[in-house]
């Protein structure tokens, strides 16, 4: 079975930086997108960013020039590199993959949690 599992959520002030990561794990013969979303209460989950096996990327006009997405093929690893974090960033971040196992499908994440205080 092929999981994705996140890290790095918590609590920060305004202004700060978080770093979040998810591994995917299991039978994996390769990753296509990879993706990061968030949802905040009473919204629907929005993407925040994307990136192609290729490395290239993009980004929600929201969180440009603050989130960076990154992503390791040899760890089959996704960042999202978070700075100057603002209250509204506070949401339930997901991690999204298309991943090429004994079929091609869709993952996600478990979810960690981003609280930003003012």
């Known amino acids: 079975q092929v999981q994705l599992v996140e890290s790095g959520g918590g609590l920060v002030q305004a202004g700060g930086s978080l770093r979040l990561s998810c591994a995917a794990s299991?039978?994996?013969?390769?990753?296509?997108?990879m993706a990061w979303y968030r949802q905040a209460p009473g919204n629907q989950r929005e993407l925040v960013a994307r990136?192609?096996?290729?490395?290239?990327?993009n980004v929600a006009d929201s969180v440009k020039g603050r989130f960076t997405i990154s992503r390791d093929n040899a760890k089959n690893t996704v960042y999202l590199q978070m700075n100057s974090l603002k209250p509204e960033d506070t949401a339930v971040y997901y991690c999204?993959?298309?991943?090429?196992?004994?079929?091609?499908?869709?993952?996600w994440g478990q979810g960690t949690q981003v609280t930003v205080s003012s």
């Open positions: 299991g039978i994996i013969f390769g990753i296509k997108q």
């Open positions: 999204n993959a298309e991943i090429v196992s004994v079929s091609t499908s869709n993952y």
């Open positions: 990136i192609t096996s290729g490395g290239s990327t």
